[in-house]
T-cell receptor, first 115, second 112 residues
């Protein structure tokens, strides 16, 4: 069981470039999430998905897009990179069964630097 | 937006000591509470869930006070390996998906 995997681990982008951050999980979790974490700050939810074909905005969705064509994969797309998107991006998954707020399992993160 | 507040620290504690930190949350409707641990440049990992009756896992004890809306984490006989950032996490009914709100974390440094 690999858990939640993310690629790449680190990337440098120029302003205006685009890229896709990959996230995959092999735990058959329905719920998946993308967070960003700026230095000294808490995790902020960008987008989430409650199942294949269903996505919704989180707290800070501007500048990002997601898709969820399969249960396993939840890629995050940056269309026009800006310096404000320099951050560490974490993907997570969970499988709420009986109630909300079940444990979220995180990937190792992608460090993105936009210059 | 509902908030989760933590003292950022750092807490500098000698090895073997007991350390405790609290977290307050603003959403009285919250039902699920957790402590996550995050090592430097790593992803958050669940340390323990926090139950209404309080719970213990080895050297770690978590308590919930619903009336005052705070959660505590107590670490006994602290080890060097306990050095990390501890994130208080609360579910936010009405938020996205399972609506977890993360605190900014409390930084703990165990000194030899």
């Amino acid at each position: 069981n690999a858990g939640v995997t993310q690629t790449p681990k680190f990337r440098i982008l120029k302003i205006g470039q685009s890229m896709t951050l990959q996230c995959a999980q092999d735990m058959n979790h329905n719920y998946m999430y993308w967070y960003r974490q700026d230095p000294g700050m808490g995790l902020k939810l960008i987008y989430y998905s409650v199942g294949a074909g269903i996505t919704d905005k989180g707290e800070v969705p501007n500048g990002y897009n997601v898709s969820r064509s399969t249960t396993e994969d939840f890629p995050l797309r940056l269309e026009l990179a800006a310096p404000s998107q320099t951050s560490v991006y974490f993907c997570a998954s969970s499988s709420p069964v009986n109630r909300v707020g079940e444990t979220q399992y995180f990937g190792p993160g992608t460090r993105l630097l936009v210059l | 937006r509902k908030e989760v507040e933590q003292d950022p620290g750092p807490f500098n504690v000698p090895e073997g000591a007991t350390v405790a930190f609290n977290c307050t949350y603003s959403n009285s409707a919250s039902q699920s509470f957790f402590w996550y641990r995050q090592d430097c440049r790593k992803e958050p990992k669940l340390l323990m869930s926090v139950y209404s009756s309080g719970n213990e896992d080895g050297r770690f004890t978590a308590q919930l006070n619903r009336a005052s809306q705070y959660i505590s984490l107590l670490i006994r006989d602290s080890k060097l390996s306990d050095s990390a950032t501890y994130l208080c996490v609360v579910n936010d009914p009405g938020g996205g998906a399972d609506g977890l709100t993360f605190g900014k974390g409390t930084h703990l440094i165990i000194q030899p």
